[in-house]
């Protein structure tokens, strides 16, 4: 290999003034800190990325031997992985080569229908124009954005809200302003205050986002009397709302609460859900059903995204749904997150000191626990990890900067007995750290 000039002058500085041979100079450290920077060249948007405080962390915590309430992902134990088999090996005889073709963008045309009589069956009525299928809800997250947002405009979401959401709404520039969450649902007094407060200093607020079915990170379910009035508010600030469902099948208690789309009568709400939850989120199959005019600039920014999805995933989920495997799957694994959901609850109340408070969610995978006010759960990360369990703190999930005191907890990884280790080691931790406090 040669080196240029300035290339050589640097070797001699990074060798301290030795200098080096060729090899060494050519070695992957060195040479990385020869490479020209290409920070310049990106664009602004890129520039601002960083990865998800929930990345960063996963690194730090995913160690052998942590329990882990950290990750924000359904357990395999859940996935179907026989029927999987089954179906794969049928897809392949009998479709050949033509299951691994392209496919529409907007998704094979029998799945869009089975889907579209899937949502029916949950109340959301839609004709063909108004669906499109994604890669996972994050895609249609993804895509919302770039046809919605317009540099420097607002978009409403909840304190706190789904990071890969407000990552997504980041990516395109979008000025987040965050509406307080309570236990029944959205603050509608804030909604209305932030709203007017956006819009006072000329800016377009261009959709509020929300996830009002066992929400990921707090575990809070709107009630019904508060989705009927957001969907009053949204009609009186004549705002755009993005309802994100994927974990309202995983209700425990009652009868899921109706979905705001299912409630809307005006074509206000634009909704995602996803088979990830319920199924296995390796088959990357979402949708979204929405306005015909937002759904048809989807499909075209899904274009140039990646032209269209997996024709062997989407194969996957159309039998499933044929099957009836899906409702076989959700009257399978509501139990399962019920029991350790339980376990978890109670492990809490037996073991945490007082002033700790937490959520009891009626579905989904998070419980969301809020330390007392001036505790800090990214401090309290380093003597937990050393007792050896592993949460995410809840700062991250606010886009307005509070929320140190709060962290996200998983019951969907472990099992019960090791719930119930975890969060004995959890309030040691927080015990440690709040001697004084508490
Ligand atoms: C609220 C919410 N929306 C969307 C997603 C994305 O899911 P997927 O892309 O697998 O459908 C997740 C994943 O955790 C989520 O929690």
Redesign the pocket.
Known sequence: MSLTGIELALAIVLGQGRRLSLGEAASPGLYCALMPSHESRLSAAAREMRFSAIRRMSALIERPGIISFAP?QPSPETFPVEAFRQILAEVVEKESAGAFQYILTRGLGSLLAAVAEYAAAKGIRSKPPEVILTE????G?DLVSRVLVDPGDVVLVELPS?I??TSAFRASRARMAGVRLDEEGLDLDDLRRRHRAETAEGRKVKFLYV?PSF??PSGISHSVARRRALLEAARELDLLVVE?D??GDLYFEEDPRPTLKSMDEEGRVLY?S?F?KILA?GL?T?FVIGPEEIVAKIEIAKQSANLCGSGVDQRVILACLKRGLIEEQKARIRPYYRGKRDAMLAALEADMPRGVRWTRPAGGLFVWVSLPEGMDAEKLIEPAVAEGVAYIPGGPFFVDGTGANTMRLTFAKEDIPTIQEGVRRLARAVKSQSSERL
């Open positions: 924000g996972g809800s994050q895609q997250l789904y890969g959401a996830v929400q990921n994100d994927p974990y995602l996803s990830s989120p990357r979402a």
